[in-house]
């Protein structure tokens, strides 16, 4: 990614610090992390540093939705239950359910309630047209008792 790219990226994620892996410029060094703020790139900062370094663990839980699940998720997020063409337990720590759509533009016309979510954390993806400036669109719901 350029860096207009990468700016433009961390002013859409409006993190207080969004991490970006590189590769290393110095051949010691096993990779390069740049640090963004939504408006300019930081020389450093220690708690995304640490945060980037720390890897994650296994998964604990990997495994398809039961459908019934995956019904009143499709209802919560305002998606057709055919536009949902895969859906899994990803939890590694926190509690999430990955789905996804066959479209970006599935992903961004979702307009969920939260509050029929209950305690579920529904990460959602959808795949842009090629040649978009982007391949995925990612969103990501909870409800009022998760994460």
């Known amino acids: 990614m350029s860096e207009g790219e990468i700016q433009r990226f961390a002013k859409w994620t409006n993190l207080a610090e969004a991490t970006f892996?590189?590769?290393?410029?110095d051949p010691a060094a096993d990779y390069r992390v740049r640090f963004f703020t939504a408006s300019q790139e930081l020389p450093f900062a220690g708690h995304p540093a640490l945060?980037?370094?720390?890897?994650a663990p296994p998964l604990a839980r990997y495994e398809s939705v039961d459908e019934p699940l995956v019904q009143q998720i499709a209802q919560a997020i305002g998606a057709a239950r055919e536009g949902i063409i895969d859906s899994s337990w990803l939890v590694n720590g926190p509690q999430w359910i990955g789905v996804r759509l066959s479209t970006a533009q599935e992903v961004l016309a979702l307009n969920p309630d939260t509050a029929d979510l209950g305690s579920l954390a529904v990460g959602v993806v959808g795949p842009?047209?090629?040649?978009?400036?982007?391949?995925?669109?990612?969103?990501?719901?909870?409800?009022?008792?998760?994460v």
């Open 128 to 146: 842009h047209e090629p040649g978009h400036d982007a391949n995925f669109e990612v969103r990501a719901f909870s409800g009022g008792d998760s």
């Open 21 to 25: 892996l590189q590769r290393p410029t």
């Open 51 to 55: 945060r980037t370094a720390f890897a």
